[in-house]
Nanobody, 120 residues
Framework: QVDLVESGGGLVQAGGSLRLSCAATGNIHSVNDMGWYRQPPGKQRELVASITSGGDTDYAESVKGRFTISRDNAKNTVYLQMNSLKVEDTDVYHC??????????????WGQGTQVTVSS
């Protein structure tokens, strides 16, 4: 049993900051890539930011310079620091991770999502 447990969402005014966390728990051998996704209304799900186990990062153009993804491999946890938030950042943010299970099987897991609401 593997779960991704997200926290840190909430309501913030435009220009404010939030920090999301996502911890992978359960019978885990190792965690490969981790990332955050969102799905704006009427649009396809988009990658917000991702990070490899080695620390290489990738960002959506819309969040570059404002969001920072990081991870703590010892805790199997990924973070998303969101600064200078805009109203258009309002969405449910889902954590995703590629996990190597103890049985040697590689699988993708998704969190249930955490709501981020940015008011004007």
């Amino acid at each position: 049993q593997v779960d991704l447990v997200e926290s840190g969402g909430g309501l913030v005014q435009a220009g404010g900051s939030l920090r999301l966390s996502c911890a992978a728990t359960g019978n885990i051998h190792s965690v490969n890539d981790m990332g955050w996704y969102r799905q704006p209304p009427g649009k396809q799900r988009e990658l917000v930011a991702s990070i490899t186990s080695g620390g290489d990062t990738d960002y959506a153009e819309s969040v570059k310079g404002r969001f920072t993804i990081s991870r703590d491999n010892a805790k199997n946890t990924v973070y998303l620091q969101m600064n200078s938030l805009k109203v258009e950042d309002t969405d449910v943010y889902h954590c995703a991770a590629e996990i190597q299970l103890s049985a040697g099987v590689l699988a993708d897991y998704w969190g249930q999502g955490t709501q981020v609401t940015v008011s004007s």
